[in-house]
């Protein structure tokens, strides 16, 4: 009280006082606004990059683009396709996305329902350690330990339901650097991510919502069924979709682990067979190729933004309306 | 159908606090027992002693006897999750399911228990909205979500999805302080008509309240922050708030507490 009687009474009547003390404000704004506008402006100069060295080096391709699986864009004529690295791409995120999907749910449900106290934040941090593990560790363990260390359960997989085609490995298959453990390495390398998302969703279902499902007599299960898997089914999907996306764009771990061949095989224990995915080509290949060669992967990469973008909005549509939904309630 | 509740040296824990100390008290079946006192007294813990959901909470325990009949529901081999069906809890806040409709909110009880035939499921459905007072004004929009209603309606909605399983008792915790006068009214008024049926505890903080609803009050204190609560006097309504046996509840009635 006695402060504010000692100031002098604010001068609203026009005149200097309001205007100078903003300067600091209008400067803040002023930062903001630059960058927003520079993430509009970076997406703008990738975009614009990769279709100005995609289109020239998609009109030297003397096959279609999109049907061709050989990648031999330095050859006289030029021969290119995206075929087998689309395909390696989806099935290898795919496959990764069915493993970590279920188990990463598990994990942040353990955390969030069933972990007592004192378990449940230590795990937390382990998750979000084993999201901070960069990929090309993941990727030379899964080359240098997993995938010696998984040749008898691929051959099992192999012997006892080689009628299933995913795991048939055919006459002169060999087990190994296949692209199953690719994806595996995958599915771990998304995992934690997929977890850490979700289980934030789960924490935010209200406890209201959860004690009203066990005073009706629900299990615990019956409380997750009814009370925290329908509030937050779409902030889940929108995890994986998150995890699916982080899959689709994973270079260095693909091209470590899986013997690289441009196939469209659905054989995925076999090595021989092996396989590609997009990122993995452009690590791969870059380095040797020529001018049109390179141009020829970045119009792969083109590619491959599209298709992580699809997948980024298909989440973002996803969770923004979960988020309209929970606003509702 | 409606039960007698004993409750023989009650005592309940959120870790190593004791949150409420050494209640004992009988709750008449047919009646509306009404719970009072100041914040932090233990009134609502003590309450979600009585369907052992206090224990869901990690590092919470409960120690002493709550007998529904003959039965104690702390007793070996009881299971808490049957404990619950027998008994029906309504929230301070409204809380249906957010992405269940109307009539699902109302069946979720009954399809825990197995039933599906879609006949007996319609049949109770109506009687636990008409129960609950509520069956005009939504049996036009039963597929509608049940959190587009307005808070009265959805705490009614508690109540019928509470009482749609059939609860020998019925336990409500300040249902109507986050609801307006009028709905207040028609809880209330509800609570009349179901105590017919169930026997209803309610833990409030309005007095009026206690005073208009309840056959008992039971007046809940607190020597100081940090004590647990106890229950200081249990006796008829109008005793309680006419002439108490104790000071300290004749002080908070009169508004001379603390």
Avoid at chain 1, 69 to 91: E, M, R
Avoid at chain 1, 99 to 111: R, S, T
Avoid at chain 1, 194 to 223: C, D, W, Y
């Amino acid at each position: 009280m006695t402060a504010s009687t000692e100031r002098p009474p604010p001068d609203l009547s026009g005149g200097g006082l309001g205007a100078t003390r903003r300067v600091g404000d209008r400067v803040f704004a002023a930062l903001t606004t630059g960058a927003g506008v520079l993430v509009l402006a970076l997406i703008v100069a990738i975009g614009a990059f990769l279709l100005t060295k995609a289109i020239p080096a998609v009109q030297k391709d003397s096959t279609n683009f999109f049907t061709t699986k050989l990648w031999q864009p330095d050859n006289d004529p030029s021969v290119f396709g995206i075929a087998a690295l689309v395909f390696g791409t989806l099935l290898s995120s795919i496959i990764a996305l069915v493993v970590a999907g279920p188990i990463a749910i598990g994990i942040a449900l353990y955390i969030s329902d069933y972990a007592p106290r004192r378990l449940a934040t230590p795990i937390g941090y382990l998750v979000d350690l084993l999201a901070a593990v960069p990929s090309v560790v993941y990727g030379l363990w899964g080359l240098l330990f997993l995938a010696p260390h998984s040749d008898k359960f691929q051959q099992f997989l192999s012997d006892h339901f080689g009628f299933i085609p995913l795991f048939d490995l055919g006459k002169n298959g060999v087990v190994g650097r296949s692209m199953m453990i690719a994806s595996l390495v995958l599915a771990i390398m998304i995992l934690p991510i997929v977890a850490a998302i979700s289980r934030e969703i789960f924490l935010q279902v209200p406890q209201a919502n959860r004690e009203a499902a066990l005073a009706l007599g629900a299990t615990k299960l019956e409380m997750i069924r009814l009370a925290v898997l329908p509030y937050s089914k779409s902030g889940v999907v929108g995890a994986l979709m998150l995890g699916l996306g982080r899959a689709l764009g994973e270079t260095i771990a693909v091209a470590l682990v899986l013997s690289l061949s441009y196939s469209t095989s659905f054989h995925i224990i076999d090595a021989n067979v092996g396989g590609n995915t997009i990122a993995a080509n452009i690590a791969s290949q870059y380095q040797a190729a020529e001018p049109l060669g390179q141009r020829a992967l970045i119009a792969s990469g083109l590619v491959l933004f599209v298709i992580t973008f699809a997948v980024n909005a298909l989440a973002r549509y996803v969770v923004t309306r979960s988020g309209k939904r929970a606003a509702a309630v | 159908m409606s039960k007698r509740i004993v409750a023989e040296d009650v005592n309940a824990f959120y870790g190593s606090f004791r949150a409420i100390a050494g209640v004992s008290l009988t709750i008449e079946p047919n009646t509306v027992t009404a719970l009072i006192g100041p914040s932090g007294c233990g009134k609502s813990t003590f309450l979600r002693t009585i369907n052992r959901l206090h224990e869901v909470i990690p590092g919470a325990r409960v120690e002493g006897k709550v007998m529904l009949d003959s039965e104690d529901l702390y007793g070996a081999g009881v299971d808490a999750v049957a404990v619950r069906r027998t008994i029906g809890m309504v929230f301070q806040r409204p809380n249906p399911f957010p992405t269940m409709s109307i009539y699902d909110n109302v069946a979720a009880g009954l399809r825990l228990n197995g039933i599906k035939n879609s006949k007996v499921l319609d049949e109770a459905v109506e009687r636990s909205l008409r129960g609950a007072n509520l069956w005009n004004e939504v049996k036009e929009r039963l597929a509608k979500p049940g959190a587009g209603l307005s808070g009265g309606q959805q705490q009614r909605l508690c109540i019928a999805r509470a009482i749609a399983v059939e609860p020998q008792v019925l336990l409500m915790d300040e249902p109507c302080s986050a609801l307006d006068p009028i709905s207040t009214l028609a809880i209330e008024d509800l609570m009349t008509d179901l105590k017919q049926r169930y026997t209803i505890v309610i833990v409030t903080h309005n007095m009026q309240q206690a005073a208009r609803v309840s056959d008992r009050t039971g007046f809940f204190s607190l020597e100081a922050t940090g004590e647990p609560g106890r229950l200081i006097e249990i006796d008829t309504t109008e005793k309680i708030f006419s002439n108490p046996s104790e000071k300290r509840t004749e002080d908070y009635i009169t508004g001379r507490f603390g």
